[in-house]
């Protein structure tokens, strides 16, 4: 197994993530980092550390290429993906791994992940579940740093697409996903630490990016017509609800317009089957938060 760390200006962070690694119950075979361009000291730190097998440097291409050139260099059979700034629980890799031996004909196998350090850990009744193709159609399921995926997937799918700005990780979970089951284990066991001006952030980009992808998918044929016009239209739906919901009128105006690109029909079929259970869902657990 190989662990593949994108990192761009992450001096700051990328100590963290290299020492979560190191403490891992089940030792990787290397640590690769590449360095997209850092302006800051993210090479001199990474260097200092003695944590890495491999430092690799390119000019600022983004995180797709950033990571493709990590796994061109790796050695292992799986590869696993870590953010420069986020951390993993040392039991992260060895839970994951004892997926892939239980289930060898996996694609993916991911984690749950939490943003405090005090919620990470084993479960004593953490369980799989089991996503398929559409599944990730309908929603990106897992944070990069989660994932630990097949290296013969990797290189069948051509790795990341540096053309999706800011979904080239759902795109390339669901290109995987077309060659092997996937598996989420119910544990956080990733500390994830997203940046105010993070791409997440930016849902005008991500809403460009989601139609990208929806509209790869339609011509990919493997969803029926009418279930790619209704995803297409659940997505614009909630990314116009994500607008609305940061008070970004501007925003919320340009996704209304981007509501069109789905007919009528497809909208009601999507509010009613996904958007409706998904805001409800979402306003469940935040009750419950503040119940708590």
Known sequence: MSVVIAAYN???????????????????????????????????????SGLTSAIIRQANQGPSRARNAGVRAAHGDWIAFLDADDVWHPAKLAEQVAVVERHGDA??????????LDQLGVPAASHLEWF?????????????????????????????DASLDGV????????????????????????????????????????????????????RGVLHPDDAQDLLAWHLERLFVAEVLVRDWPGALDALKDVLL????????????????FLLERLNRRRGRAAA
């Open 262 to 277: 789905a007919p009528p029909h497809a909208h009601l079929r999507a509010a009613r089957g996904l958007l409706g259970p």
């Open 168 to 219: 080239e990780d759902w795109d390339c979970w669901l290109r995987g996903a077309l060659h092997g089951p996937v598996a989420l284990l119910h544990a956080p066991l990733v500390l994830y630490r997203d940046s105010p001006g993070g791409v997440s952030k930016d849902l005008r980009r991500l809403r460009a990016g989601a139609i990208a992808v929806m509209e790869r998918e339609r011509q």
């Open 10 to 48: 992450a001096a700051a962070t990328i100590t963290d993530a290299l020492e979560s690694v190191h403490r891992q119950q089940y030792p990787p075979i290397e640590i690769i980092v590449v360095d997209d361009g850092s302006t800051d000291d993210t090479i001199a730190v990474v260097e200092r």
């Open 132 to 160: 398929g193709y559409r599944d990730l159609v309908v929603l990106n399921r897992f944070q990069t740093s989660t994932v630990l995926m097949r290296r013969a997937v990797l290189d069948a799918i051509g790795g990341f």
């Open 107 to 116: 694609a993916i196998v991911a984690t749950d992940w939490a943003r405090a």
